[in-house]
């Protein structure tokens, strides 16, 4: 099975960045597809960005300009770099990782966009 671990939520003001790491472990030696979703209370889970082996990236329009998801294969590592926050920003921000065999989610983490 695959596990994940997000990191680097936090408590941040408008303007500020935040960098998240999800870290994958278990039966994987590379990635598929890799995105971040994010959720708020009583909302539907949105798809904020995806990297798909190989390097090709989409975003979601409303962090088009200010998020950039990477990842490093060699670690099992994704990373969402989020830059000039927003209070729509906050939310509980989750790793997916697609593969045939699998499709796994992290626990999430707390991003909270606040003055």
């Known amino acids: 099975q695959v596990h994940l671990v997000e990191s680097g939520g936090g408590l941040v003001h408008p303007g500020g960045s935040l960098r998240l790491s999800c870290a994958a472990s278990?039966?994987?030696?590379?990635?598929?597809?890799m995105n971040w979703y994010r959720q708020t209370p009583g909302k539907e889970r949105e798809l904020v960005a995806g990297?798909?082996?190989?390097?090709?990236?989409n975003y979601a329009d409303s962090v088009k300009g200010r998020f950039t998801i990477s990842g490093d294969n060699a670690k099992n590592t994704v990373y969402l770099q989020m830059n000039n926050l927003k209070p729509e920003d906050t939310a509980v921000y989750y790793c997916?990782?697609?593969?045939?065999?699998?499709?796994?989610w992290g626990q999430g983490t707390q991003v909270t966009v606040s003055s």
């Open positions: 997916n990782f697609i593969s045939r065999l699998s499709n796994a």
């Open positions: 990297i798909i082996s190989g390097g090709r990236t």
């Open positions: 278990g039966s994987i030696f590379s990635f598929d597809v």
